[in-house]
Structure formats: structure tokens, C-alpha cells
């Protein structure tokens, strides 16, 4: 299948900070980009959807401002914790799909464990 | 809203031992469904999917029937190896078949001893 990367697979920062998670395709061409969060022993949530060249669509309860989204290319997704505080300590993973060639699909990041101290 | 359920873990089983872990969902109209697999330290792989009732997704040994009069996805393998051992991932897609913004259950950890 098709791969995505997900960089970096572990972060530590201090509360404040913001941290960058990138999400790439490797071999083909994302349409659209998907971000979920984990928090232990709970389901996969999703965060938002972002389609190349245009805003993201956040879920409800996401905050836009906080979890800044940017899809500028076909192969990368990059997800912005800004102002990091101990409760955006979670796990936080991509996945890909190309509409163009499946919607059935989508293929997933190794995920981000992110811990903010 | 979508909503899927499924047993919580670890399930512990003994190698060549049958498999079942129970998922159940709630959703609006016809939604597609899917089994994803985690092993340690990689990314979530799809493992079988059903995108309408009374369908069968099966792969490496593994199957699931989509039930819409129990509205359940249950996963089953008749003979387990240890290479199995991952976290297990029951969820709802769209109506379309689509991938799109899964609704995901919690995981089960699936632990297989030799």
C-alpha cells in the first residue's frame, strides 16, 4: 500500500511552546489529509479534515486557532499545536487519501506522541 | 452521531486459537466499514473492509461480515500466530464507501502467546 510519514514520531516541549507535526505522502498524491488524536485507552478522534490549497474543516470542539492546519502541497500536511498545555498531551496521527484514485482507502502515519511538560 | 464499540482488551489468546473480537456501531444510513490493524511501532494498515451489508471482507485469515440487522463488524480468524499480536481497530466510514473522516472504537490489543 501506500506510505505516509508522520515526523516526528516523539516530541517533548514545554507549556507555551508550539510544536509542528508533518505528515507526508511518500508515493502518491493526497487529496485530502485527515488529523486524529488519541488519548489512552480512547477511540482515534478526528480532528479536522484539510484538502490541498484550501482551509481545514475542523470537528466540533477543535479549536481552529489552537491546532493550526496546513495542507499547501500534494505530499505534505503539517499540524501546529500552538501555545502547547499539558492537556494537548496526546497521540496524534495523519492518514492520506487521493479522491482521484480511492475513496476507500486511506492510508496512515506512524502517529506523533507529544508531551507537553 | 456515528458511533462504533468495540471490546476492550487485552485479549490474550494461545497460538492457534480462534479469534473474535466483537464490534458493534451506531450510525445513520448506510455506512461503509472497516477493520484496521496497528503493529508496534508502525502506522495503522487496513486490514478488510465491507462498504455494504451482508458483505465479506476478509484478508490474511481474518474475516468480517457486515451485519446491518445487528449492526455489527465482528473480526474472526479460526487460527492464530503470534505474529497477529497488534491493536486491532473496528470503524465507520461514510455512506459512499469512503475512508473519509473515520469514525474509530477504542482498539483492542490483541496479545498472542506461543
Known amino acids: 500500500g501506500a506510505v505516509v510519514s508522520q515526523h516526528p514520531s516523539r516530541v517533548i516541549c514545554k507549556s507555551g511552546t508550539s510544536v509542528k507535526i508533518e505528515c507526508r505522502s511518500l508515493?502518491?498524491?493526497?487529496?485530502?489529509m485527515f488529523w486524529y488524536r488519541q488519548f489512552p485507552k480512547q477511540s482515534l478522534m478526528l480532528m479536522a479534515t484539510s484538502n490541498e490549497g484550501s482551509k481545514a474543516t475542523y470537528e466540533q470542539g477543535v479549536e481552529k486557532d489552537k491546532f493550526l492546519i496546513n495542507h499547501a502541497s500534494l505530499t505534505l500536511s503539517t499540524l501546529t499545536v500552538t501555545s502547547a498545555h499539558p492537556e494537548d498531551s496526546s497521540f496524534y496521527i495523519c492518514?492520506?487519501?487521493?479522491?482521484?484514485?480511492?475513496?476507500?482507502?486511506?492510508?496512515f502515519g506512524q502517529g506523533t506522541r507529544l508531551t507537553v511538560v | 452521531g456515528n458511533s462504533v464499540t468495540q471490546m476492550e482488551g487485552p485479549v490474550t489468546l494461545s497460538e492457534e486459537a480462534f479469534l473474535t473480537i466483537n464490534c458493534t456501531y451506531t450510525a445513520t444510513g448506510y455506512p461503509s466499514l472497516f477493520w484496521y490493524v496497528q503493529y508496534p511501532g508502525e502506522g495503522l494498515q487496513l486490514l478488510l473492509k465491507?462498504?455494504?451489508?451482508?458483505d465479506k471482507g476478509s484478508n490474511k485469515g481474518f474475516e468480517a461480515t457486515y451485519r446491518k440487522e445487528t449492526t455489527s463488524f465482528h473480526l474472526e480468524k479460526g487460527s492464530v500466530q503470534v505474529s497477529d499480536s497488534a491493536v486491532y481497530f473496528c470503524a465507520l466510514g461514510d455512506s459512499g464507501g469512503g475512508a473519509d473522516g473515520l469514525t474509530f472504537g477504542k482498539g483492542t490489543h490483541l496479545i498472542i502467546q506461543p
Open positions: 492518514s492520506a487519501i487521493n479522491r482521484g484514485l480511492s475513496r476507500t482507502e486511506a492510508f
Open positions: 508515493d502518491f498524491q493526497a487529496t485530502t
Open positions: 465491507a462498504t455494504k451489508a451482508d
